[in-house]
């Protein structure tokens, strides 16, 4: 076989105790589009930081053309060949996007001839970067990429943002680099894609590379599905059925939470879903489809461009978090510390949604509001050793003082948004009985998972989000891959 | 190329914003202050009977130092941070200068205004250093070394005194009734100093790390360099605020709440003068504009027979009414 490309043996990398990716194997071969899979958190991005010089790894080289290769900083990997179009454009947004081609040092005569080649010269690179609207500064950054003219082209989830006719565009840049005996590493959630136009892909799970293979053959596409899930999934099934079952003799419940065609973003068709009270309603999707906007909408950090939010039959219009907390709509937001005071003890952290209750003006009742946080407290099991600040408490106590925090003041409506991420898995359990626990005292709980397992190990209900409307809605029992099938958009076949 | 495999809606190129637009956004700001400052010349004009050389020159010369220092605060916020110590480096660079050219000949004095300015840009790329290698906050790094600064300044000159060159003075001031050399040396240094520099790479550098950090990283910007860099032409500046103070009063005076209030009127014509606190934008001819639109208010009040304190609550409220009236002009342009 020829030389690869781009080896990457071994590589690993860690961000203090999370380790993002153990050790991964990658080879690309001159002349191949190569695509990188796996679900939320695989390590997808970590990999390209490093083969991009943007993160060192902290083990493992890169090879590129048989010649091992540090990559320092982005300048190098550049000067390597490698030429990266990030998820996020690494444009300056207080810059024209000329000032911005003179800030990499790429040529802005070969940056038009290839907005020319992508009949994108229109482009006018006096504006401001701002002023463009994302999809172009996807092209631009493109270009940029182009105008280096190099060995391997990495794009991260390019196609994520546009729209068919700019992707076709993408497409077409992608086979050019393959005639020209160049590579592209691909990486998409977009399955038909993938099949379409990979010649190679390297699924990602864990941290490590569990499959390499061509996606374009003959049951591709479930090959994935299958390499991107771990094998376990007989128990969680096991506890969901008995879930379903239960549920089913209880028989209609009423709802607490409907939303009706809520419009995430300015797309045509809405959101709507109800959640009952004493259910969890699960939300499973891919990065990037509105969970993020669903959830601050609902917590009245956002308001919708339209559609309707009822809680217990009445229509809720919040202006500010105030309002839906008043309603007892609290939500639990991935970012822990963002929810936190930090630097204050758990008292005060557990405290402060209290003040809407413990008297609005005058003197906070001291006695009272001691009593309610050590039972928060206690039925949470926090470990208090570390009372004195929030920040120094583990992630998995921080994430159960977010959630009792809301507890000691009483809600109806809980919001847990990616709640187990980062925490291991000992207090994961912890906070799936306590989900339960909520649920079963009547709370109505609408929780988006990261992880799919979780749906089966806590939901009653799954709701599968896909590019802002609700694609599928499906029991806890279905299974994993069901469940990803449905998240990229595709018809699930055998239900 | 130009047929796509498919038949897909095209996407329409967005439409580019007009020419005035433009103008609006980019020189707008610098406009309005322009403008400002064009009426309170006309009142200050108005105000006096014989408006002529002599109070022009009063004016520039006056306002020069304060304008040098809104050149070095700029710089600094424009590439997203704070310099709380530009006020007590123009005191150490006055003392030093005015401690060395007592007596001297033209000479030996221009030589020594280059050095102390070389000193301060070295002291206040340290001071940067410092703050980039740390990682403390700018602000905390900049505080403290104004603390430095101002101690080094009374070891320096212990009271005030000192002096220079007249013909230096001359040169730099220009005499009573002559506007032109004060002017001149700000123009050029306008023109011949940042414009190079903010057309140049590391000027746009500057402007992406106030902008974007981790944008400016993965455009492959040296992002510690390029702030070092800027705290090092903020020490020029800042330098020579304090061999023009030197030059303006013909003595060195140590007094430590001379550069703190320095500084804080440096932030405040930042501020005025369009420079976004967040870093980023803005430019220095805004911030210089600024600069002589704060220092004619007290004038003016003076000039309506106003005390004095209630010039400076006068100028507290323009200061937040500008910005104010700015805010509101520039909202549509910062909602995404």
């Known amino acids: 076989m020829a030389q690869p490309l781009l080896q990457a043996t071994a590589v690993a990398k860690a961000f203090g105790p999370v380790v993002a990716l153990r050790a991964v194997d990658l080879s690309v071969a001159p002349g191949e589009v190569h695509a990188l899979l796996g679900a939320n958190g695989a390590g997808k991005s970590t990999l390209v930081k490093i083969l991009t010089g943007v993160l060192r790894n902290d ?47 790429a040529d802005p005569a070969r940056v038009r001839h290839e907005l020319a080649g992508m009949d994108l010269d229109g482009l006018d690179l006096d504006e401001q970067v701002r002023d463009i609207p994302l999809p172009f500064l996807r092209m631009l950054d493109l270009a940029r990429a182009l105008a280096f003219d190099p060995q391997l082209l990495v794009l991260d989830e390019i ?26 590493l691909f990486i998409s959630h977009r399955l038909a894609e993938v099949r379409e136009h990979c010649d190679m892909c390297t699924v990602l799970r864990d941290g490590r590379d569990v499959a390499s293979f061509h996606p374009g053959r003959e049951g591709g596409e479930s090959q994935i599905v299958a390499a991107m899930l771990a ?67 609902l917590s009245g950090n956002v308001r919708a461009a339209g559609g309707e939010i009822l809680v217990d039959g009445r229509p809720l219009r919040a202006r500010h978090p105030y309002d839906a907390i008043r309603r007892g709509v609290v939500l639990v937001p991935a970012n822990r510390l963002l929810a936190l005071l930090p630097q204050r003890p758990i008292r005060e952290n557990i405290a402060i949604p209290l003040f809407n209750r413990i008297g609005r003006w005058g003197p906070i009742n001291v006695g009272r509001e001691r009593r309610q946080v050590r039972d928060a407290v206690e039925r ?11 920040r120094r408490l583990s992630g998995g106590n921080q994430q159960k ?54 749906i089966g190990l806590v939901c009653d209900r799954a709701a599968v989000l896909h590019n802002g409307a609700i694609v599928a809605e499906m029991p806890p029992t279905a299974s994993e891959s069901d469940l990803l099938t449905a998240a990229h958009g595709l018809e699930v076949t055998a239900v | 190329m130009s047929s796509t495999p498919r038949a897909v809606a095209a996407t329409p190129l967005p439409r580019p914003s007009g020419r005035a637009t433009r103008f609006r956004r980019r020189q707008g700001w610098v406009v309005g202050v322009a403008l400002l400052l064009g009426v309170l010349i006309f009142w200050r004009y108005s105000q006096i009977p014989a408006f002529g050389p002599f109070e022009i020159r009063g004016i520039v010369a006056g306002t020069m130092t304060l304008a040098l220092l809104a050149m070095a605060q700029s710089v600094i916020v424009i590439s997203g941070g704070i310099d709380l110590s530009v006020g007590a480096m123009m005191v150490l660079a006055n003392c030093i200068a005015a401690r060395l050219m007592l007596e001297q000949d033209l000479g030996p004095v221009v030589l020594i205004a280059l050095a102390v300015v070389a000193v301060a840009m070295v002291l206040s790329g340290l001071i940067g250093t410092i703050a980039v290698v740390s990682g403390v906050p700018d602000i905390v790094v900049t505080l403290a070394a104004s603390f430095v600064l101002s101690g080094l300044a009374l070891i320096v000159l212990d009271s005030p005194g000192g002096g220079t060159n007249p013909r230096f003075q001359q040169l730099l001031v220009g005499g009573f009734d002559e506007p032109l050399p004060a002017t001149l040396w700000l123009a050029a240094l306008l023109l011949l100093i940042w414009l190079p520099f903010k057309r140049s790479r590391l000027g746009i550098a500057t402007y992406a790390v106030g902008s974007d950090r981790a944008a400016a990283f993965l455009s492959g910007v040296r992002v510690g360099r390029t702030r070092v860099i800027a705290y090092v032409l903020a020490g020029f500046f800042s330098g020579m605020a304090g061999i023009v103070t030197t030059a303006f009063t013909g003595s060195g005076e140590p007094r430590a709440s001379i550069g703190a209030t320095a500084t804080l009127t440096s932030v405040a014509a930042v501020v005025l003068g369009g420079v976004a606190l967040l870093g980023g934008s803005g430019t220095l001819l805004g911030p210089v504009l600024a600069a002589f639109c704060l220092s004619l208010i007290p004038a003016l009040m003076l000039g309506l027979g106003w005390d004095p304190n209630y010039a400076e609550v006068a100028r507290g409220i323009i200061i937040i009414v500008v910005v104010m009236i700015g805010g509101l002009v520039q909202i549509p342009r910062r909602s995404r």
């Open chain 1, 380 to 390: 949470l099991s926090i470990d208090t050793r570390a009372a004195a600040q929030a």
């Open chain 1, 59 to 105: 083990a493992g080289t890169v090879a590129v053309n048989g010649a091992e290769v540090e990559l320092n900083s982005p300048t190098e990997a550049r000067d390597k060949g490698l030429a990266p179009v990030y998820q996020d454009p690494a444009m300056i947004r207080d810059l024209t996007v000329e000032q911005n081609l003179r800030l990499t040092g």
């Open chain 1, 231 to 297: 094998e376990a999934g007989a128990q969680v099934r096991d506890v969901a059925r008995e879930r379903a079952a239960r549920a089913e003799a209880e028989g209609e419940r009423t709802p607490r939470l409907v939303v009706r065609d809520l419009l995430i973003d300015r797309q045509d068709a809405g959101v709507s879903f109800e959640v009952a009270a004493g259910e969890v309603l699960g939300l499973a999707a891919l990065e990037g489809q509105g969970q993020d906007r669903l959830f601050e909408i």
């Open chain 1, 401 to 454: 003082l977010t959630i009792g925090r809301w507890l000691a003041a009483g809600f109806r409506t809980l919001l847990l948004f990616d709640p187990t991420r980062g925490i291991d898995v000992g207090t994961k359990h912890q906070i799936y009985d306590l989900v339960r626990e909520l649920a079963d005292g009547g709370a109505a709980i609408l929780m988006f998972t990261s992880e799919l397992r979780e």
């Open chain 1, 159 to 184: 196609t994520a943002a546009l729209p068919p006719d700019l992707s076709e565009r993408v497409f077409a840049i992608m086979t050019r680099w393959k005639r020209r005996n160049r590579s592209v």
